[in-house]
């Protein structure tokens, strides 16, 4: 922990310079690696949330995205609600459902341990894998809205420019973030409770509130997320499974309660996996760069504490 | 030869340097006690030479041989066995399956002699309620446990972390004819305590752990006398 | 003794039934004990990881890189059906090897996600070598074992399942009982009290995935054919672990009594409502962890013992 600003401006450093080298090699893949990253570190601010603060990692986490993006779906079809405009209430659907679920399962694991909690929320993700596949069947639905399939051309390529409203998401979604967690009564009380919860409960503090709070938050940001990606994104029962991991291997890469490490590790594994992608015939393994990474970070991390 | 001896023995925490150039000598046989306000290092000083974890620098060699690099497990087998400050005992087993987890793998016993074993200890300790779980017995059960787990291991030195600690003067005193019991049995015993009359009763050496660092080292009557030791003790007061 | 002879009376009875069952059993109430047993393999293996404190959801995958090696090692080298599914065990356990000198060393939910993410990591790994596995299209096999004769494979079916039950007794009962329960109960105690704890730790691991590995092999040969999808299928994890959850987790009988409450529960949702049924086990998980966390027979047990005790005073 002490060694961290130094490590930090160490990766920052190196960073920087594979952006320049990748710049120059795949530009295409730097910008298109640069809105997935966004992407991915928008979904996984929820996730850090609810593990750096309850200290449940969940493994539904996923599914809520595709839960939601099936949500916006039916209000685009039946009630045609602009996707984006969707946003707005999928934040309050998913924000009441992580209400009711806290309520009727959370809540009774937080003292039964690290295993009970990973099958819960392992039980919680089938059951919503399933009931999307009853109720939809696995047959991909899409959803076309023509100013998200707009582009421009620098050169002789041309981009997306939609996609540029992940990044754009995720750094509005961390600065509200962030802001409720310093300026915020509640938000503090968050904080303290994720750095010591016996503490902060000694001190007084509602940890059951703020649990309560931080959990139903952090699945309504996973409407917002699901909004923005319904125009460009296939969704099925299984469209929102890999975020689970990914954004794992991101909070194991940033450290928990480093929410802006998740944006810069975003990026960066955004980065990584779009050259990847871009090498042909390698591209099917793009798949493993965020294992790759997590597996990397989290046995570095593992060997380090044993060795002091 | 000592027993165990420890050479510039070292642990930094981050900043904090809990135990600061350490130098030991036990000698075989004899009770020896390490005292120091809270926080002194006596704990980590353990936790060390257990194995628990590993030195910032220096040496432990024990019998001779040098095990500061020795996996924990190994070094139990070897014959260095602990007890926890804070008594740990496994949940999910009976009081005498307990102490059987010393006898089975750090002595390296079968399960039928374990179980033998298992049973001595306990007639040693006059552990009772060998048979009941672990949420039924009584905080000097518990304690019974953890040294009798460190006992069924068949220790030749044993360090025993405020074993003390929360037992009535009765308990204490039964506690103190068996720690008496087992050096006569030819156990080498670390003792780490604050009640000083415990001390007093059974060590025939002591040394003072103030920081990190060894401040005194004698045997109890004088060492209590050195106004280093009464200074480290009356700064903690304040 | 009068205990101990009922015991083994009982035991040779239920062998036999089991053994002489294809005689007498029609076609599908075999096929659904055949599958009951599949089922109850896994949830033992998995519940024998478990027992070291360990949540592994690495079963789908190891179960699908059974299958794999099997069947490529059938119909791309030729080599004969029974001796693919020792050649997939052997494969699974030199993988789980060289896996679990890195993820031995992670705990909890670190441990926990890693051995999730291992199942995408395998199947994209299969996807992505179609010279050798067929990639996303799978692998169909034309020579199937014992040439497809029901009653043997059954029998091979049941051997697997009786060698994991006899396996998992033979840990609950032995020194390897005291060793991993002292790990799951307290890890810093363990080590202290002279337990290699990463010796056990990998001993279960590689055991365990080798014996998911078998019986995706068997399941392979069993059926003729290997996609990504089937092969590496979150059903070979979820059902399993619904079943030890039911029956009571950290203990054989527990797991085994689950997956036989359970397998007709499941036999009989599937066909009452066809595409549904897979739901309820996610919901039956979440039921249990939130009402029952200690299953049915860890229920009883601990009833049992209670009631004991209170007759003893
Ligand atoms: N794992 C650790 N990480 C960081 N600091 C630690 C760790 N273990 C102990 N310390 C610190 O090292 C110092 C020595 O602690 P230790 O437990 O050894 O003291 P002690 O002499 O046993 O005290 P007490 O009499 O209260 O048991 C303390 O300041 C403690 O906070
Ligand atoms: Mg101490």
């Known amino acids: 922990m002490n060694a961290k600003p130094f490590h930090l401006n160490r990766t920052l450093l190196i960073l920087i310079i594979l952006l320049v080298v990748i710049a120059i090699w795949k530009p295409v893949a730097l910008i298109y690696g640069f809105q997935r990253g966004g992407l991915y570190a928008l979904i996984a601010l929820p996730l850090a949330l609810i593990l750096g603060i309850i200290g449940i990692l969940n493994l539904g986490h996923g599914d809520f995205l595709t839960l939601a993006m099936y949500i916006g779906y039916l209000l685009f079809e039946n009630l045609k609600i602009d996707p984006l405009l969707s946003m707005v209430p999928l934040f309050f659907i998913f924000l009441a459902l992580g209400m009711g679920i806290y309520m009727i399962t959370i809540k009774y694991v937080l003292k039964s341990g690290e295993l009970n909690q990973l099958i819960l929320t392992f039980g919680i993700s089938m059951v919503i894998i399933q009931m999307a596949e009853l109720i939809w069947t696995t047959r991909p639905r899409n959803l076309y809205v023509s100013y998200a399939s707009s582009s421009v051309s620098f050169l002789d390529f041309s981009v997306g420019t939609y996609e540029f409203l992940y990044p754009a998401l995720a750094i509005g979604v961390l600065i509200a973030l962030r802001l409720f ?90 980065i990584a996996e779009a050259v990847i992608q871009s090498i042909p015939g390698y591209g099917g393994w793009s798949d493993l760069v965020f294992f790759g990474v997590l597996l990397a970070v989290i046995l570095t991390r593992a060997y380090r504490r044993s060795e002091s | 030869m000592p027993i165990l001896e420890t050479k510039h023995l070292t642990k930094r925490f981050g900043g904090l340097v809990a135990v600061d150039d350490v130098n030991l000598k036990i000698e075989e046989r004899e009770i020896l006690g390490i005292i120091g306000p809270n926080g002194a290092g006596k704990t980590t000083l353990v936790s060390l030479i257990s194995g628990l974890i590993y030195p910032t620098q220096g040496e432990i060699a024990f019998n001779g041989k040098n095990v500061e690099k020795l996996p924990e497990f190994e070094r139990s087998r070897m014959g260095l066995a602990r007890t926890f400050q804070l008594v740990r005992p496994l949940q999910q087993f009976t009081g005498l399956e307990n102490i059987m987890v010393g006898a089975l793998f750090a002595a390296g016993e079968s399960l039928k002699k374990a179980r033998e074993s298992a049973n001595e200890v306990c007639d040693l300790l006059e552990f009772e309620r060998r048979n009941l779980h672990i949420d039924k017995l009584t905080v000097l059960d518990l304690k019974k446990i953890e040294i009798g787990r460190a006992l069924a291991s068949r220790p030749k030195i044993l360090f025993l972390d405020e074993v003390m600690a929360g037992l009535n003067s009765d308990e204490t005193w039964q506690m103190i004819s068996l720690i008496k019991k087992l050096r006569n049995s030819g156990i080498t015993i670390v003792i780490i305590e604050h009640i000083m009359g415990v001390i007093k009763e059974l060590t025939d050496r002591v040394v003072v752990l103030d920081s990190g660092k060894v401040i005194a080292e004698g045997v109890y009557t004088e060492v209590s006398k050195d106004p280093k030791v009464i200074s480290a003790y009356l700064g903690e007061e304040e | 003794m009068k205990n ?107 441990f926990a996600i890693t051995t999730l993410a291992l199942t995408m990591v395998f199947s ?173 027979y860890g229920t009883l047990e601990s009833k049992l013992r209670t009631t004991r005790n209170g007759a003893r005073k």
């Open chain 1, 181 to 270: 967690l310093k300026k915020t009564k509640l938000g503090q009380a968050a904080t303290a409770v994720g750095q010591n919860p016996r503490g902060a409960e000694i001190v007084g503090i509602d940890t059951n509130r703020v649990y309560f709070t931080v959990f139903s938050i952090s699945i309504g940001i996973l409407g917002i997320a699901a909004g923005v990606m319904l125009p460009r994104t296939s969704i099925f029962p299984l469209t929102g499974s890999p975020y689970t991991l990914k954004s794992f291997a991101l909070v194991a890469m940033a450290g928990l309660g480093d929410l802006n490490g998740i944006l810069i590790g975003g990026i960066t594994l955004g």
């Open chain 3, 4 to 110: 101990r002879t009922g015991l083994i009376i009982a035991v040779v009875g239920v062998l036999s039934v089991m053994i002489s069952l294809p005689y007498y059993s029609g076609a599908y109430f075999l096929s659904v004990t055949m599958t009951i047993l599949l089922n109850m393999t896994l949830a033992v293996s998995w519940d024998m990881m478990l027992r070291t404190g360990q949540l592994s959801f690495g079963i789908a995958g190891f179960f699908g890189i059974g299958s794999y090696v099997s069947i490529v090692a059938v119909s791309n080298f030729g080599v004969n059906n029974v001796v693919s599914i020792f050649l997939a065990a052997a494969f699974v356990a030199v993988i789980a090897l060289a896996l679990a000198f890195a993820i031995l060393k992670l705990r909890g939910i670190y």
């Open chain 3, 124 to 296: 994209v790994t299969i996807r992505n070598m179609p010279t050798l596995t067929g990639g996303s299209g799978g692998k169909v096999l034309y020579n199937t074992i014992f040439n497809g004769d029901t009653t043997k494979i059954y029998w091979l079916i049941l051997t697997m399942a009786l060698f994991t039950i006899l396996l998992s007794i033979v840990f609950e009962k032995t020194r390897v009982h005291y060793a991993i329960s002292s790990i799951r109960n307290d890890e810093v105690v363990a080590k202290s009290s002279g337990i290699n704890v990463f010796k056990y730790l990998t001993v279960l691991f590689v055991i365990t995935a080798m014996i998911q590995g078998v019986a995706g092999a068997i399941y392979t040969q069993q059926y003729g054919f290997a996609y990504p999808e089937t092969a590496f299928s979150l059903d070979f994890l979820m059902l399993p672990m619904a079943m030890a959850l039911v029956g009571g987790i950290y203990s054989t009988w527990g797991s085994v009594i689950g997956s036989v409450v359970l397998g007709l529960v499941a036999e009989y949702l599937r066909l009452v409502m066809p595409h549904g049924s897979k739901i309820i086990y996610g919901i039956i998980v979440i039921l249990i962890i939130l009402f029952l966390p200690k299953g049915i």
